[in-house]
């Protein structure tokens, strides 16, 4: 699934990233149609369960990041931390996408260019858990926000 929300994009974006280099053509029709559905959308289970019955088979995405054109998109679009805007980063601790070590580090290297982040984690909330109507993250983020536009 992850295909779907990051080479399915980049696809569309970089004329150098072709799906058909890096997925077996039977998932180019799946992916593509996990790219048009919301996370929270119900029939995001049947992607799911499709991908997950064909993957028994063998990988659906196969994908060299080190010497490919999607690997050095993706360096590219590596967020740095760099840049004088105020930062909010929040991530749930059961974060089952992006380790929440990451997060730290992100932070860090904001703080070292000098640049002023607020940092919260989230027990209990996995990585859409964090974005959901009853997250914590919604009301600290927009307090933050308000924050900023006052200072």
């Given at each position: ?14 004329p ?77 601790v ?6 929440i ?51």
């Amino acid at each position: 699934m992850v295909g779907s929300f990051v080479l399915v994009p980049y696809a569309a974006e970089y004329p150098d990233v072709r799906l058909k280099d890096y997925m077996i053509p039977v998932a180019t029709p799946l992916l593509r149609a996990a790219a048009q559905r919301s996370t929270d959308d119900k029939t995001i289970l049947v992607s799911l369960l499709t991908t997950a019955a064909l993957e028994t088979r063998g990988a659906l995405v196969t994908a060299d990041l080190n010497n490919s054109a999607l690997g050095q998109r993706l360096r590219e679009n590596t967020a740095s931390g760099a840049g004088t805007a105020p930062l909010f980063l929040g991530q749930g601790v059961e974060d089952e996408v992006v380790p929440i070590a990451g997060q730290a580090e992100m932070a860090q290297r904001a703080r070292l260019s000098g640049r002023a982040v607020t940092e919260k984690d989230y027990p209990g909330r996995s990585h859409m858990g964090v974005i959901a109507a009853d997250s914590p993250l919604i009301t600290d983020l927009l307090d933050w926000a308000d924050a900023q536009v006052a200072s």
